[in-house]
């Protein structure tokens, strides 16, 4: 199994830690973000890791570089351009192996999700892509039909939508994670290039010809977000608190 790590972003929210430093080297309870991730992914059983860079980019290349990772993590260098996550995936498409999926992780998730129920609803189905979603309070949420195939994206503070969405949609929050198939990234790199571009309205594109789908987090499931000062200091109490072995 496979992972891309997403580690271009500006880290706005962050600042001022995320001035002279990328995001994914901002550390939570003493370790940076960047290995909570690769840690959580190996012991999930990735067995081969990439991570796009941008935002200080070379700072975190030399970061990974000098360590040793159990597996393979491999830099995908996008520091010319910032390619927003669907030109990030085309991207590292040739750094890929050529396997069904690969995971797309966020840095900003600190979580104890068992993959392995994923990856077994999505190899189960005939989806080309598994988006991780949860029932909480979202200003925009993704629609989806009894089915949980996807249908359609709404703003919930000023209703604009984007495809079916209406009163019997089954409506829930994207958590960042995902599980995709390389065909889909092949099919998005047809449509797009090489160009950047956000992924969720490709999604709502692919979802006229393509099955997507979503995977709920099961109840009691870890999730801690780090994305702005104020819930990473709340996640770094939440470890103090639990004991980071107990909790994650």
Same mark, same amino acid.
């Given at each position: !199994?496979?992972?891309?790590?997403?580690?271009?972003?500006?880290?706005?929210?962050?600042?001022?830690? @995320?001035?002279?430093?990328?995001?994914?080297?901002?550390? &939570?309870?003493?370790?940076?973000?960047?290995?909570?991730?690769?840690?959580?992914?190996?012991?999930?059983?990735?067995?081969?890791?990439?991570?796009?860079?941008?935002?200080?980019?070379?700072?975190?290349?030399?970061?990974?570089?000098?360590?040793?990772?159990?597996?393979?993590?491999?830099?995908?260098?996008?520091?010319?351009?910032?390619?927003?996550?669907?030109?990030?995936?085309?991207?590292?498409?040739?750094? !890929?192996?050529?396997?069904?999926?690969?995971?797309?992780?966020?840095?900003?998730?600190?979580?104890?999700?068992?993959?392995?129920?994923?990856?077994?609803?999505?190899?189960?189905?005939?989806?080309?892509?598994?988006?991780?979603?949860?029932?909480?309070?979202?200003?925009?949420?993704?629609?989806?039909?009894?089915?949980?195939?996807? @249908?359609? #994206?709404?703003? &919930?503070?000023?209703?604009?939508?984007?495809?079916?969405?209406?009163?019997?949609?089954? !409506? #829930?929050?994207?958590?960042?994670?995902?599980?995709?198939?390389?065909?889909?990234?092949?099919?998005?790199?047809?449509?797009?290039?090489?160009?950047?571009?956000?992924?969720?309205?490709?999604?709502?594109?692919?979802?006229?010809?393509?099955?997507?789908?979503?995977?709920? @987090?099961?109840?009691?499931?870890? #999730?801690?977000?780090?994305?702005?000062?104020?819930?990473?200091?709340?996640?770094?109490?939440?470890?103090?608190?639990?004991?980071?072995?107990?909790?994650?």
């Amino acid at each position: !199994m496979q992972a891309i790590i997403l580690a271009a972003g500006l880290g706005t929210r962050l600042k001022p830690l @995320t001035d002279n430093l990328p995001k994914a080297l901002v550390r &939570c309870a003493g370790k940076p973000l960047i290995d909570h991730a690769i840690d959580y992914l190996v012991r999930q059983g990735i067995g081969y890791i990439l991570v796009n860079v941008y935002h200080h980019g070379d700072v975190l290349k030399e970061y990974i570089e000098g360590k040793q990772y159990p597996v393979p993590v491999v830099i995908s260098d996008a520091t010319a351009e910032l390619k927003d996550t669907g030109g990030a995936l085309v991207h590292a498409l040739p750094l !890929m192996k050529e396997e069904r999926s690969i995971l797309i992780f966020n840095t900003d998730i600190l979580t104890d999700l068992s993959l392995a129920s994923l990856y077994q609803d999505h190899n189960h189905s005939d989806r080309r892509a598994t988006l991780i979603v949860q029932n909480r309070d979202s200003s925009r949420k993704l629609a989806f039909s009894e089915d949980n195939l996807l @249908t359609g #994206w709404m703003n &919930c503070k000023t209703g604009e939508s984007i495809g079916s969405v209406n009163e019997d949609s089954r !409506m #829930w929050a994207f958590s960042g994670i995902h599980l995709i198939d390389l065909e889909l990234i092949r099919y998005f790199q047809k449509n797009n290039g090489n160009r950047p571009f956000p992924i969720i309205p490709a999604y709502l594109e692919a979802s006229q010809h393509l099955q997507i789908g979503s995977y709920t @987090t099961p109840e009691g499931t870890v #999730w801690l977000e780090t994305g702005s000062p104020e819930r990473l200091k709340a996640a770094e109490l939440a470890l103090q608190q639990k004991g980071k072995n107990r909790i994650l």
